[in-house]
């Protein structure tokens, strides 16, 4: 499941991404609902980026209705956008002979791919498609073409715009007629392209189609990117939620072979529509227009008629579906416009309209068109803060989605199975010269060694499992304040005293035996627990300059943690930590954690690790969207400043634009963090390894060509200011957790912390591994993917591998491994803190401490 989870969808056709017609989408100023006119052709989707034509500028400065891009090249965009999801973008550095390891334990695994046992031998054909008069449904038009399918080749492709065949026509331009249902002739147009030979790169997009294709005759139906079966639904009746399980495919060239990556997805779709809380709002006449706009702002809806999503920026309660515009020179209602163009007959003509901002616009900085959608017909999307939060669903739901890896692997096969069973996806594949193979691809791996952990006075190993939580209660942390935590208070409701004692009492035990020396704090008690009182509190607390204030709390509420930290974080550069009545009641365990993170908060460190490299600076970035302005996000870098000498750590935080594919202050970031390293060393750290993380797969290319180019060149400049005599010595890493790539043992368990693999299923054209580096207990393990995309720091693929497998190890909110490197951990909650809670850039004096933990 994505972040988004999706609702609702539209019976899956050939084309893979082929949109049909958008909502009704307005022209006018963004925030302005009073003129508005219709683009009766609807603008393309956010995802659709096509070249105006000449008579596209003309009806954009006109302000008359436009239709969607025709001529102008050789077709839509659409299908470029398609294509880049397997563009092949070369990141292995030129000085890389081999990124093969060889330390570890040996390990036989199994993965989620299938290999193409049969590469095609076949030239596809490539044709451009126009129909006259020009028709905007995707299934006319494929209806339309399927009328000549004779002559077109045996299975040929189509995506309402864009044909591939293995027949080449005589003429380069081809004229067909054909007739719909309704007795209306159309002249069919097709164009040839060129040819597409096995060595294109868009070859891999012919074959996904082709996979897409197959894939029909399981009666999948699409929801945004990915098929999923609705007759093997899950109803939760309880919580009006269905779980629809699917795949997420993906054809690609890997080290040797062309294979299939075949991953189990679920779609969480919600059972309510936007209507459905219209009328729950309805239920407090006073202020029900208030309530309805508090719950509907910002959600993502899906339309049921076109399968598109959109986020809603706006309520107009002054216009109703009986609202006219002009579409096609004549003046229609919504309720007739739906009815004829859809087919949808809409029940309540009273209900407001609904307004999102086109989003592709919104990033070319000309927001002013606006796409207007009816309650009723828009499915809400995705999971509530409360259903994020009710255990009683989140263990429903992973009873259904978090699958063990032996009834994945059985899933895997059914799925290969059903698609080399089934006639028509049976006929896709024969026609195509495609076929798969019966099993799993099978791996030799690598374990890497159980890392040594560091407390004050001991050395022990973190296990074959990676927890050493069990070894607090008889080891010190590695770095305390040397007069313990002597000036510090707390905030607690009079109701809660007795909340408070018991807390106190069990952070000052389990911390004497982490050699944590904690006083007793000054105690603020308050009559309630609203968010004015806590915050008048925390003033009058901070006169006394204390290191740290801790806040008891009865219950989660966002406003109040927020509130608490933006008070503690940006006006007083004070560290808080917020402790809820439920967690003091868990003992010792909780109060352990508590004692950590506390002493994180001051500047130390509980643990370290054993790293045989000095001078080197560990980085960290990720960025995270503002939630209160979407056009916002920050980006967080967080850095180590040489683990061997003095194990601390150095964040900042820059606002950013949301709509940027690169992080443009991120120079800035890096610079202040190597001269806090200079500051604190008189020197530049020898060797620095960057983790980017947050970059999705389609912003790799950029972040190749421009990125990392401008922090090479200025990273050799800063050096030469410095009066360095060597250069430096830069691993640039793009680190991934969105990778479909599972990992199996081959008795169908999870492989254990440290599996590296790096053959087979890696990409030719990087310098990448993936690795297991946390312990699981419920579900299939992931393994994060790294990208090696510039390498100048002189170590084996085995240093790097076993030197990321080290920094798992320092996340200090878990005395465990983490998926990603600790920097990376750190730099995402940092981010995420920011984007979430505060909205400003925390004071400079915080930069030092784990504040955000």
Known sequence: MGDQERGRRRPFSAGDSAHEPNAKLFRGQANSSASRTLDPRNAPSPKDDRPSTSRQAAACETNTPRGPATGGGNGSNRVQKRMDRFEIVHTRPVEVVSKVGKEGAPIQLLSNYFRLNTTPKWRIVHYHVDLSPEIELLRVRCGILSDHAAALGTGYLFDGKQLFTTKKFEQDITILNGKSKQDINYTITIKFVGFISTAEERFLQVLNLILRRSMKGLNLEQVGRNLFDPHAKVSMREFSLELWPGYETSIRQHERDIMLCSEIAHKVMRTETVYDILVRSSQNPARHQEEFRMNVLGLIVLTDYNNKTYRINDVDFTKSPLATFNCKGRDISFVEYYLTKYNIRIRDHKQPLLVSKNKDKAQNTNANELVILIPELCRVTGLTDNMRSNFQLKRAMADHTQLNPARRIDRLRTFNRRLQTTPESVRVLNDWNMKLDDNLVEIQGRIIAPQKILFLNNRISAGDQADWTRYFRDNQMFTTPSQGLDRWAVIAPQRNSRDLRTLLQNLNQVARGMGFQIRSPRETMIYDDRTGSYIQALDDCARIDPQLILCLVPNNNTERYSSIKKRGCVDKAIPTQVVTTKATQRGMSVATKIAIQINCKLGYTPWMIDLPLSGLMTIGFDIAKCTRDRSKAYGALVASMDQQQNSTYFSTVAECSAYDVMANNLWPMMLKALRQYHREHQKLPARIVFYRDGVSSGS?????????????????????????????????????????????????????????????????????????SQAVRHGSVAPTSYNVVHSKIRLSPDQIQKLTYKMCHLYYNWSGTTRVPAVCQYAKKLATLVGTNIHAIPQNALEKKFYYL
């Open 700 to 772: 790799l290319k950029h972040l190749v060509e421009y990125e990392v180019k401008d922090i090479v060149e200025k990273l050799e400049a800063e050096y030469q200011r410095a009066g360095s005599t060597t250069p430096p010595m830069l691993a640039y890493i793009v680190v991934s957790r969105a990778a479909n790539t599972r990992l199996f043992t081959s008795s169908k368990q999870n492989p254990p912390p440290g599996t590296v693999v790096d053959d087979v299923i890696t990409m030719p054209e990087r310098y990448d591994f993936y690795l297991v």
